[in-house]
């Protein structure tokens, strides 16, 4: 794994972005006053509520609560990875991202050597489909399939020759390159010395990540072998449970539909695109994570899996809901679609022709009518007891499902088969303990005061790091007693370390991961109620207010010790510097 992205690395990108340039170029963004305005890409709404502020670095939606920094917008707008936003704006900005060394076993060389090398590969095996005297019989393979030259180019679909060490003759050339070669995952380390090829003999299907680059290969064998498809192991680069095969061509496509349909294989994805339904995409030998579906809920809301309808594909289409559940917010369905006995989307679509399979894709199973059908098939429903275990099973998997009207319309489908009231239902199936709720669910109380002392001086030194500069007693307010404070001390030193650089994003993004970011990016949403006020007043006000709280702690403190054991010398001194100062205060 790659060493970890240093905190005055990320403060530097922070200082250089600008997030209205950022969301401008996804979410076209006007004029409003200081701040900008856009219809939120985060829910449906006519009247715009999406507010970006340039001051802050900060954006909020008063609709749906969604808010967070220029790589909070990436991950959310564009389901990436913390480490892929973070790259995706230093490449904007021309920053190159160091990386802290890792305490153990350290690797050689880095992402961008790996992307090289894989990009190299796709060029090596797309041709040898073109020039290899053995790549007859992977051009007929792929003709006996039905696709044409022009749907194998476009998926640059390449051909791994038998052989041990073509791709290691041909991009090998030194010790170096052989490592480089084996990180990426194309060849594999003998057990005594040197490498092997891993694809061999093969039909290559290349994967791409979200910004189109070469991750891994899959590889489909010719005649007989096994496993009948190879995928590239795990890498610094590839990672089965977050890639999607087809995803990145298919984005237009998923857009335009507003759908995307969820096949198997590689293959079954090339074969449907050749008959014109190209919005598919694959996952690559795994069961569906919630990464995946997070990420393919980034371009359409509407999800359609497409199983086998055997045993094993319906086993796939449960483990496939369990994931989904979490997920099912914002409008969002998912459907099932088992396919007849011995069919596969490939095969199926080639038989019976593009409008025969949409016509399948509108038939198919709705997520909440698949799993009430499969539940009910393992109770007796006439039964008081049947019904009973129904609500039973059907708990742990509606309490996976967030807050909204789809959860209170299962709830009135379960009420309905189990005769139980909705009240009751509600009761029995609410978790004891729900977790945090994410950026995109949460409704932060805008326009509404803090409720503490504390957390108005955290919100104003949030919104506006330069009163930094204006603190006093910060060693003394260490030890004030009172819940906040130690986070308040913890910004302040923040904002010292960042210097003239700090703003809003720079700082919650110190925090993110931590116990303290779901509170900080409310407050970072926070709007003074009434007219807007003078921070700096406002701050010295409260910063005073704290230092007048920790007088009082500390002398009742000293006064306590005193009546019971008494004080030395510099505690005698000490209580009467704190009383003249407590006395001079009242006066103020």
Not at 35 to 53: G, I, L, M, N, R
Request: net charge neutral.
């Amino acid at each position: 794994m790659p060493g970890r992205i240093p905190e005055k690395f990320i403060d530097e990108l922070m200082a250089r972005v600008d997030i209205v340039d950022v969301i401008d170029r996804r979410v076209p963004l006007k004029k409003a006053g200081k701040d900008y305005k856009a219809c939120c890409p985060f829910h449906e709404e006519k009247t715009p509520s999406f507010t970006v502020s340039q001051d802050k670095q900060f954006y909020h939606c008063f609709g749906c609560g969604a808010h967070g920094t220029a790589i909070g917008f990436l991950m959310q707008y564009e389901h990436l990875s913390f480490p892929e936003a973070v790259e995706d704006l230093a490449a904007a900005v021309g920053l190159s991202i160091p990386r802290e060394a890792q305490a153990q076993a350290p690797q050689a060389g880095n992402t961008q050597e790996l992307f090289t090398v894989l990009q190299e590969a796709d060029r090596f095996y797309r041709r040898q489909l073109r020039e290899h005297p053995q790549a007859h019989a992977a051009a007929e393979y792929l003709k006996s399939r039905g696709l044409s030259g022009e749907i194998a180019a476009g998926f640059g679909l390449g051909y791994a020759p038998e052989g041990w060490d073509h791709l290691l003759q041909a991009l090998g050339a030194d010790a170096g390159a052989c490592q480089a070669l084996e990180r990426a995952g194309l060849v594999v380390k003998k057990d005594t010395s040197g490498y092997y090829d891993r694809f061999r003999n093969r039909v290559m299907f290349p994967i791409h990540d979200y910004r189109g680059r070469v991750v891994g290969f899959g590889g489909r064998v010719l005649g007989a072998g096994e496993p009948k498809y190879l995928n590239s192991p795990e890498t610094p680069v590839f990672h089965k449970g977050r890639e999607i095969y087809g995803l990145f061509r298919a984005r237009e496509a998923i857009r335009r539909e507003q759908r995307v349909v969820v096949v198997e294989g590689y293959m079954d994805v090339v074969a449907l695109a050749q008959f014109g339904i190209d919005y598919s995409v694959a996952t690559l030998g795994t069961a569906t994570t919630r990464d995946h579906l997070e990420r393919i809920f980034r371009f359409a809301p509407q999800v359609i899996f497409c199983f086998d309808g055997d045993r094993a594909g319906r086993e796939a289409a449960w483990r496939a809901l369990e994931q989904a559940l979490p997920v099912l917010h914002e409008g969002r369905q998912v459907s099932f679609l088992f396919l007849p006995e011995g069919e596969d989307p490939d095969s199926l679509v080639r038989r019976e022709g593009r409008e025969a399979f949409e016509r399948r894709l509108q038939q198919a199973v709705p997520l909440p009518d698949y799993l009430f059908r499969t539940l009910a098939g393992q109770v007796d429903l006439g039964r008081l007891d049947g019904r009973a275990r129904l609500v039973e099973l059907a708990r742990p998997l509606l309490n996976r499902l967030p807050s909204g009207v789809l959860r209170q319309m299962i709830l009135g489908r379960l009420s309905e088969i189990s005769q139980v009231s909705t009240e009751k239902l509600s009761k029995l199936l609410i978790n004891a303990t729900k977790p945090p709720l994410i950026a995109s669910q949460s409704r932060p109380q805008t326009g509404l005061r803090p409720p503490s002392l504390v957390r108005q001086a955290i919100a104003l030194l949030l919104q506006h790091p330069g009163l930094a500069k204006d603190v006093s007693q910060a060693e003394r307010l260490r030890e004030l007693d009172m819940p906040g404070v130690p986070l308040l001390m913890s910004l302040l030193d923040v904002v010292g370390e960042q210097g003239g650089a700090a703003n809003t994003a720079s700082i919650l993004e110190r925090f993110r991961g931590s116990e303290h970011q779901y509170s900080l990016e409310k407050l970072a949403a926070w709007d003074y109620p009434g007219r807007q006020p003078d921070v700096e007043s406002e701050f010295r006000g409260a910063m005073a207010s704290l230092y007048r709280a920790w007088i009082k702690q500390r002398t009742e403190g000293l006064l306590r010790k005193q009546r019971l054991q008494g004080l030395d010398t510099e505690e005698k001194k000490e209580l009467q510097g704190l009383l003249a100062e407590k006395h001079g205060a009242g006066k103020e």
